[in-house]
């Protein structure tokens, strides 16, 4: 009887086509969500869901091409290149900065040094806010705590995993102070308004700052990373994410 039972699951699992491989192909999904890098080392990467022909190797614009090591803020500033972060996939791909990455992709693509200290980058761009135009100071906290920096002599706290974007008054110095240490002091000098809003910084990047990669923007921005920090700043505007 038990044999009988047997035979006949055999036969249904026949006709249906219910063999290992096809059980595999059955469950293969569409997608796979990344860790898009960026240029910016305040939102060094973007997660999207993307097909697995953008990440098996072939074509100009795979993600697999998207090579550099895993975001660090610790190490990497403003200009520098880091990769993206894939999965692996069976039979599609082997994965990139996997298992590198791994905990970043796990946090939705948001990286995290850990340990009890904050670490704050920042990044100083010119741009238009109200047809007006005027120095964005952005500072993001990557550490597991909240830190501040000094900005124009006034703290601004930046708690963990927040960004806190400052705007400060075009042909105003803008002095950062980051563990008691002056980390940049220049006035930003900024061309008329591109089409698109943004605003690019005329002649040369001031000393302790550094260009912008992609975007079109030049950033006048340096990354840090701290112990303890405070940040402030005269501004006329400001607005916390």
């Not at 960026?38 to 999207?48: D, E, L, M, R």
């Not at 708690?159 to 974007?165: H, K, L, P, R």
């Not at 950033?219 to 920090?229: K, M």
Request: with cysteine; net charge negative.
């Amino acid at each position: 009887m038990l044999r009988k039972l047997l035979v006949a699951v055999v036969m249904m699992v026949a006709m249906l086509g219910l063999n290992p491989s096809n059980a595999a192909q059955a469950t293969q999904p569409e997608k796979v969500r990344i860790c898009h890098r960026t240029a910016s080392v305040v939102n060094p990467y973007n997660s999207i869901e993307v097909s697995l022909s953008a990440v098996d190797g072939e074509g100009n614009n795979d993600h697999s091409h998207h090579t550099g090591p895993v975001f660090d803020p610790t190490v990497h500033q403003q200009g520098d290149t880091w990769g993206d972060i894939i999965p692996p996939v069976p039979g599609v791909t082997d994965g990139l900065n996997w298992p590198a990455g791994e905990e970043t992709w796990k946090s939705d693509c948001v990286p995290s040094t850990g340990g009890e200290q904050p670490n704050i980058v920042f990044e100083v761009v010119c741009t238009e806010v109200r047809e007006e135009t005027v120095v964005q100071v952005t500072f993001t906290n990557f550490g597991d705590v909240s830190g501040s920096a000094f900005l124009n002599e006034e703290e601004v706290v930046v708690g963990s995993g927040q960004t806190v974007i400052e705007y400060v008054e075009l042909d105003t110095e803008v002095v950062i102070e980051i563990d008691e240490q002056i980390v940049y002091d220049a006035t930003p000098e900024c061309e008329e308004p591109e089409e698109d809003g943004e605003v690019l910084a005329e002649e040369d990047t001031p000393k302790g700052a550094v260009d912008a990669g992609a975007g079109g923007v030049a950033l006048l921005g340096l990354i840090a990373s701290v112990a303890t920090l405070a940040t402030g700043a005269a501004l006329v505007r400001k607005q916390t994410q």
